[in-house]
């Protein structure tokens, strides 16, 4: 992953058409090219002057703001959230799904949360609950325990010292063209494409740094 400046817009890990007919190949062309490629061309451009940030990760830049000078510090942090989450939303859906969690995560959300079922409604009343612009996400805590939160706009968890292992964009631009103004049947349709695969695996690369 091009974590540092300069910052690329790396391809998707499969087709535009690959995750149709739940997400429509339109949808995730404008939404890779031309949302997540203004999030990184404006981020390159806040920092190209700074080299004290141009040598933070993305992750460092959203982890501890204070690092940023004030004078760059909203533009920064607004746009390293959008390649950031972005970037997490497009890497754990895919064509070839795991649609149930198994393994580590599937216990751990059958312990904490109640199972899939339960998992699945709560993060549905999450992402509807957010009102215009954010994300619903599912989150590791400190503790290491899991907890579903909402975010405005392309603000991250991160900033709150936890760890994201999952996100869901209900920006009206990730399903106004196939969905119109009906998240909830987009919330649905993108169940069938998150793959716990990826979401398993991010929980492992969690437990590794801890
Ligand atoms: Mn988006």
Known sequence: MNSCYPFINTPLPYDYDALEPYIDTQTMMLHHDRHLGT??????????????????????????????PCE???????????????????????????????????????????GYDNFADKLKEAAMSVFGSGYAWLVVCKNNS?????????????????YPLLNLDVWEHAYYL??????????????????FNKVEERYK??????
């Not at 920064?76 to 969690?101: D, E």
């Not at 899991?146 to 709150?160: D, G, R």
Request: charged share 25%; aromatic share 8%; proline share 4%.
């Open 205 to 210: 690369e969690h437990c590794d740094l801890i």
């Open 39 to 68: 999030y990184i061309k404006n981020l390159n451009k806040a920092i190209k002057y700074f080299p004290s940030v141009r040598r933070m990760s993305l992750v460092d830049m959203l982890r501890n703001p204070s690092k940023i």
């Open 178 to 195: 196939k969905h119109y103004n009906e998240r909830s049947k987009y919330i649905d349709d993108w169940f069938r494409v998150l793959d």
């Open 72 to 114: 760059i510090r909203t533009q920064v942090l607004r746009n390293a959230g959008g390649v950031y989450n972005h970037r997490l939303f497009f890497n754990t859906m895919s064509p070839q799904a795991k649609t149930r969690p198994d393994g580590q995560i599937g216990n751990m959300i059958t312990k904490q949360i109640g």
């Open 146 to 162: 899991l907890k579903i939160v909402t975010t405005a706009n392309q603000e991250t968890p991160l900033s709150n010292g936890l």
